[in-house]
């Protein structure tokens, strides 16, 4: 099962922007959907965006326009810019992916936007 790793969360002002990476322990060209999934404290996980394997993304309405996934074959990497950042995208942003019918979950980074 492939293995997920994230880095790119931190504190931020308002306003600010943030790129969080994936990096995938094996070749992601197969990987039928990647992305990534946030939860706020005490709330629900919610998608923020995922991409497909033919890199057509999708984006939860409260963050079109300010963020941009993104995927590197070669790197085995998917990436999340984050610009325009609010104190609403706080949360924990953890990344996914769907190969199949199986699902893997990255550990989490912590992403903080102070107003």
């Known amino acids: 099962q492939v293995q997920l790793v994230e880095s790119g969360g931190g504190l931020v002002q308002a306003g600010g922007s943030l790129r969080l990476s994936c990096a995938a322990s094996?070749?992601?060209?197969?990987?039928?959907?990647m992305g990534w999934y946030r939860q706020a404290p005490g709330k629900q996980r919610e998608l923020a965006a995922t991409?497909?394997?033919?890199?057509?993304?999708n984006y939860a309405d409260s963050v079109k326009g300010r963020f941009t996934i993104s995927r590197d074959n070669a790197k085995n990497t998917v990436y999340l810019q984050m610009n325009s950042l609010k104190p609403d995208d706080t949360g924990v942003y953890y990344c996914?992916?769907?190969?199949?019918?199986?699902?893997?979950w990255g550990q989490g980074t912590q992403v903080t936007v102070s107003s």
């Open positions: 094996e070749s992601i060209f197969n990987i039928n959907i």
């Open positions: 996914y992916a769907r190969k199949v019918v199986s699902v893997t």
């Open positions: 991409i497909t394997s033919g890199g057509n993304p």
